[in-house]
């Protein structure tokens, strides 16, 4: 996807609710732009900025979308409208002097028009003296001043900054449209994309190596006919254990396998590529055909708790055991 310019309108869940907002002159001062895709976030907080500014922005039902002929409209798609800020993270940061110039200009009132738009990108990368000095900024924004920050996630921003802007998501990617655009055997990018919820970022991720191979050895162990010896197992768990990160990944390719398990047995004929583990497809189908669906749904929902568990510092190496026994408990019920 291409940043938005001045004529790109908002797309997505969130342009029906922008339109309404705009509509009804209930716009908010801050918003938080998060979701999967880091370019997804950025084209969404572009073409808001772009609306804003807009002197007459087309404000229909599914979406706004800036006229894309107004001089306001030129001057963003050139990026020369004065009254249109931007800070982005300077190498892996934005500092505290980025902001310091942001506030300075903020002194000024809006130059062209009565809005002045504020896109700070990565808002998660803010360290924390750059934070707090834009917290104040924050709490008491000048008059016709709009703030649109991005972030992968509300939870990655300082939590006082998140609660004062009003949240606005991207679409999801669905996970073939992701896995199309990750290096790699293609079995293995939709794997990865679908342990990320489709999120580029996260897929990346999933793809690395270790991350690959962990996979591979953990979907080989639980598609085993029977368990394997308990040294064996206890090493596969200490393996898993090793750090929060891997853990977390492991419990998506559980969680990933009882899907297509679950969607396998539901019968109708469901082709490889419809698996979340295209590439595992064999051991899917024969892990199918001997499991109760109901264990698989306790097996489930002993998932449910250790993600919550992991959340809470539950030690790795008792939860990579608890769930290798859990998933050879429910085998043997
Ligand atoms: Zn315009």
Request: charged share 25%; hydrophobic share 50%.
């Amino acid at each position: 996807m291409t940043p938005a310019d001045g004529t790109t309108a908002v797309t997505g869940p969130a342009a029906r609710l922008l339109s309404r907002i705009l509509r009804r002159d209930l716009l908010a001062h801050a918003y938080l732009v998060t979701g999967p895709g880091e370019d997804r976030r950025e084209a969404l907080a572009a073409g808001f900025a772009g609306v804003l500014l807009c002197r007459s922005p087309g404000l229909d039902e599914a979406g706004p979308a800036p006229c894309g002929t107004c001089p306001a409209c030129g001057k963003f798609r050139r990026r020369t409208h004065p009254d249109f800020l931007e800070v982005r993270p300077d190498g892996a940061m934005i500092r505290i002097d980025q902001v310091r110039a942001l506030c300075a200009a903020l002194a000024f009132a809006p130059l062209e028009g009565e809005r002045r738009v504020c896109l700070v990108h990565g808002a998660h990368r803010m360290n924390p003296e750059a934070a707090n000095a834009f917290l104040k900024t924050l709490e008491e924004p000048p008059a016709g001043t709009f703030f649109l920050l991005t972030a992968p996630t509300a939870r990655s921003v300082l939590s006082t900054i998140a609660s004062r802007c009003q949240p606005v998501r991207t679409r999801a990617a669905r996970p073939a449209e992701t896995a199309a655009g990750l290096p790699g055997e293609p079995g293995a990018a939709l794997a990865a994309a679908v342990l990320a919820d489709g999120d580029p970022e996260r897929a990346a991720a999933y793809l690395a190596p270790p991350v690959a191979e962990m996979r591979r050895r953990l979907l080989d162990a639980v598609s085993a006919e029977a368990p394997a010896d308990p040294a064996r197992l206890l090493e596969l768990a200490a393996g898993l254990a090793e750090d929060r990160e891997q853990l977390a990944a492991a419990l998506g390719v559980m969680r990933a396998l009882v899907r297509d398990l679950l969607l396998v047995q539901g019968g109708g004929g469901v082709s490889d590529l419809e698996l979340a583990n295209p590439d595992f497809a064999a051991a899917v189908r024969s892990v199918a055909a001997r499991r109760d669906a109901a264990d698989l749904a306790a097996f489930s929902a002993w998932l449910d708790r250790a993600e919550v568990w992991l959340e809470r510092n539950v030690a790795p190496d008792f939860l990579a055991e608890g769930m290798l026994l859990a998933w050879w408990g429910a085998g043997a019920a």
